[in-house]
């Protein structure tokens, strides 16, 4: 029998887990499935912006060969510009890699820094890339706590309590996936401080740096401490809604000088796949320089911003459960009271909403949170598809309350009914 490596025994993506594969099966007998699980516009009428398709039409001709291991040049120039206007200093144009999205960079990053049993601070919830990437390459994850009670924001003294001579690095992810949450300067300073301290190095996802809700900012925790290395990774594929063409760049910034060693392994790395897709990199320049982004969408009146109002009131009416109202990205996270249901956990609650009522979402353990009863929905379809989606998921755990006696509150008296 052939098996597989064992360096996958942890790596997992439950995006496209067993549950997800079930999906397929029941569409395939001819079901209609409402899928809230993956973070993809385009099945749901997102359209791309007009200037990608141009450049990269008008520039097929010049894609054809193989392009610098690092990036297209124009690309990085007009990135170079873009996050000096964001505060980033001294950012040379062999600080920006352009790739294969955020995933394959993130993938480098990690596999260049990892020596086994080598510690990374994660955040619990996380986007799962994370933790199976430094699983994947020997090291050990080490989660680090975003208090729910406090708009999910990272703990600063819990990251600091989990530093050990082991430890590498601090991945943040910000707006985060899966709560939604953006994470204000002062914490992130907080945080910056402590790797620098520590001499540990920061990998900040920040994929939805443009989705942004209320008038919120957002805040590149690179900007903020210049003495701490911070690779900031971010693309076309959120803000620009392409998620297909595989667009994302990171900029590494800090001290390089402390991590020549280090960077040098990123771009062996780089090299060894010899470069990122060529055609879509054309595109990035006219992109930064112009408004296409997703900021319409997220501003009063806008798509999203409706969709995200009307995903958040209708899963807070559901009874048993709650959530709290994302800042970022396009993503709730709810909670389930699993007291009164009769559900084991949140995968079984995913696994027979599933079934039942043919509606797809994610468990919350699948994004690596420590406790067994959240769950992840998407609000990017239309409003008839999301309240379509919620009332089949209310009437399912309305069904699904729990038999045991339970306690009401009579006055200043507890009785059981």
Sequence with gaps: MITRSSRLTHVAYDIRGEIYEQSQALAKQGHQILSLHIGDPAPFGYKVPESIIKNMAANLERAQGYGDAIGLLEAREALQVAYAKRNFTDLQLEDIYVGNGVSELALISLQAL????????????????????????????????????????????????KITSRTKGIVLINPNNPTGAVYPADVLKRIADIAAEHNLVIFSDEIYDKILYDGVQHTSIATLNEDVICLTFSG?????RVPGFRAGWMIISGPKQKATDYIGGITLLANLRVCGNQQVQFAIKAVLEGHQCIEDLTAPGGRLRIQRDL??????????????????????????????????????????????????????????????????VVFLPDTEILTTAINRMAAFLERHQSKKETRIQLGEGIQLK
């Design 114 to 161: 990892l020596n086994d049993g080598d510690e990374v601070l994660v955040p619990t919830p996380d986007y799962p890339l994370w933790t199976s990437a430094v699983n994947l390459f020997g090291g050990k994850t080490v989660y680090y706590r975003c208090d729910e009670a406090a708009n999910w924001y990272p703990d600063p003294e819990d990251i600091r309590q």
């Design 236 to 240: 076309l594929t959120k803000n620009y």
């Design 311 to 376: 995903c958040y009131q209708k899963i807070s009416q559901i009874p048993g459960v709650r959530c709290s109202k994302p800042m970022g990205a396009f993503y709730m996270f709810g909670k389930l009271n699993l007291a009164k249901f009769d559900l084991a956990s949140d995968y079984d609650f995913v696994l027979k909403l599933l079934k039942e009522e043919k509606v797809l979402i994610v468990h919350g353990t699948g994004f690596n949170h420590y406790t067994n009863d959240h769950f992840r």
